[in-house]
């Protein structure tokens, strides 16, 4: 007899999630800091990530020693990420093997010192997990989270957090959709948002050929998420480019949701 390989066992007793549970009610709460970081994500990393930190608690207090883990199972990504199981159990064990390596770029404004602002920014970098235990047999990831992400994921200590249901960006399929709606709900409460294209390029995680080059930034990053925004969770956008002098400073964004979509 065959020996069946572990993706065959773990598919085979595949379960799908009881269908009264909903995972699309699940909140990511994020420091705004984070929000506008880089997070070296490729898109099947940023689904594993995002649906692990909607399983913390953004209003517990996390001690310093005690880092909490987050489990996420395949039929869970299958579930809210409408995949086939098949699809789930690879893009997880990927993301897993992948993850340990991926860091966060924060940039930062220093404080004010005795009322004088300081004209300098602090770079911080630092990973998502500390571990990352993946289960192949059964088709779950276990990730240890860093312990200095910590404050940037709980609303307990004080700072400005953009919030959204995290249904909203399941059926992105670009993690620069996905980055773009971090930025925009950042100022969801204006429907208007601007960034310096440099800050832009740094959450959108933009390579050095795109960063050089204006009308790459323009193809390869904001029209395509624009257009995956537009259509697959009902926004209405435009944009346009501030420029200093010849070149593109800033980037301008005003957005509404479309009255005409059905909202989640």
């Excluded at 960006?169 to 601007?194: D, K």
Aim: glycine share 6%.
């Amino acid at each position: 007899m065959e020996k069946k390989t572990s993706k065959e066992h773990a598919l085979e007793n595949y379960i799908p999630d009881n269908p009264e549970r909903q995972l699309g009610d699940r909140w990511v709460a994020m420091k705004n800091a984070l929000t506008r970081a880089g997070h070296g994500l490729s898109l099947s990393e940023k689904r594993l990530v995002m649906l692990a930190l909607s399983s913390l608690d953004s209003k517990a207090t996390y001690i310093i020693g005690q880092v909490p883990t987050s489990r996420v199972t395949a039929s869970d990504y299958a579930e809210l990420y409408d995949v086939d199981p098949n699809t789930a159990y690879d893009q997880l064990q990927a993301a897993a093997k992948a993850l340990y390596n991926r860091s966060i770029t924060i940039f930062e404004h220093s404080a004010k010192r005795k009322g004088r602002s300081l004209n300098s920014t602090i770079r911080t970098d630092m990973r998502w997990v500390g571990r990352c235990k993946y289960h192949e047999g059964e088709g779950w990831v276990e990730l240890g989270w860093w312990p200095e992400l910590m404050p940037y994921v709980s609303k307990v200590v004080r700072g400005n957090f953009t919030s959204y249901q995290l249904k909203q960006a399941s059926a992105l399929r670009s993690v620069h959709s996905w980055r773009l709606l971090e930025l925009l709900l950042r100022f969801e409460s204006t429907g208007w948002a601007e960034y310096t294209v440099e800050d832009f390029c740094v959450s959108m995680d933009a390579t050095e050929k795109q960063r050089a080059d204006f009308g790459k930034i323009r193809t390869k990053i904001i029209e395509p998420a624009v257009k995956e925004l537009t259509e697959k969770d009902g926004w209405i956008i435009d944009w346009q480019p501030i420029k200093a002098g010849r070149k593109v400073a800033k980037l301008r964004f005003t957005f509404k949701r479309d009255p005409q979509e059905r909202l989640i």
